[in-house]
């Protein structure tokens, strides 16, 4: 009952190709996030969201695109996968924002060959 | 210049050892929060702080808020304690702001 997750775990796709990763909370909290981890750099945000149909860019969104159409669902898609996104992706729930701090997600790992 | 430091980058030490970490920040920040992320794991949340000195077992956080500086200290260090530690901060914003992460390695 982790209350947040992410599908897929692990994802191969070729350059070019459309990807969806998926975030999905069971915890009705109002912000959802998403970031990519990659070596030599933090955590750093792609989108977020502060409620339904409610999102807005953050750092490294080019290339990145949200919907978040219910509460519970987060849907991160690169149009059209590059080598550079090859990351880990993680999505974070927070009630009110950092002031409540975060949960995360457990982590999609993408490679785009 | 980030707006959130840590030091060291890495840091490697025997089982048993004192360990610290340390985060300086350049921004006005409501909270400070410091995450542990195991190898090929998720990230969870050690410490929210915004002021003063927070423990928890072995661990303990302290935060100067004038000098815009936190430690994480670890107490007695084991293997277990081997991962990445990351400095967040709360810049009264929507989001965190994080830092790059310290990775220890705790060697028995």
């Known amino acids: 009952d982790a209350g947040i997750t992410q599908s897929p775990r692990h994802k191969v796709t070729e350059t070019g190709t459309p990807v969806t990763l998926r975030c999905h909370q069971t915890?009705?909290?109002?912000?959802m996030y998403w970031y990519r981890q990659d070596p030599g750099h933090g955590l750093r945000l792609i989108h977020y969201?502060?409620?339904?149909?409610?999102?807005d860019k953050g750092e490294v969104s080019d290339g990145y695109s949200v919907s978040r159409s219910k509460t519970e669902d987060f849907l991160l898609t690169l149009e059209s996968a590059t080598s550079s996104q090859t990351s880990v992706y993680f999505c974070?729930?927070?009630?009110?924002?950092?002031?409540?701090?975060?949960?995360f997600g457990s982590g999609t790992r993408l490679t785009v060959v | 210049k980030n707006e959130v430091e840590q030091s060291p980058q890495n840091l490697t030490a025997q089982e048993g050892e004192f360990i610290t970490i340390n985060c300086s920040y350049s921004v006005g920040i409501s909270a400070l929060h410091w995450l542990q992320q195991h190898p090929g794991g998720g990230i969870v949340s050690l410490f929210m702080l915004s002021s003063g000195k927070k423990k928890h077992g072995r661990l303990i956080a302290t935060i100067n808020i004038q000098e815009k500086h936190s430690s994480l200290h670890i107490t007695a260090s084991h293997p277990r304690d081997s991962a990445v530690y990351i400095c967040?901060?709360?810049?009264?914003?929507?989001?965190?702001?994080f830092g790059p992460g310290t990775r220890l390695s705790v060697l028995p």
């Open positions: 969201s502060y409620g339904v149909k409610d999102t």
């Open positions: 915890e009705n909290h109002r912000y």
């Open positions: 974070a729930i927070s009630g009110r924002g950092p002031q409540d701090g975060y949960t």
């Open positions: 967040a901060v709360d810049n009264y914003g929507q989001n965190f702001v």
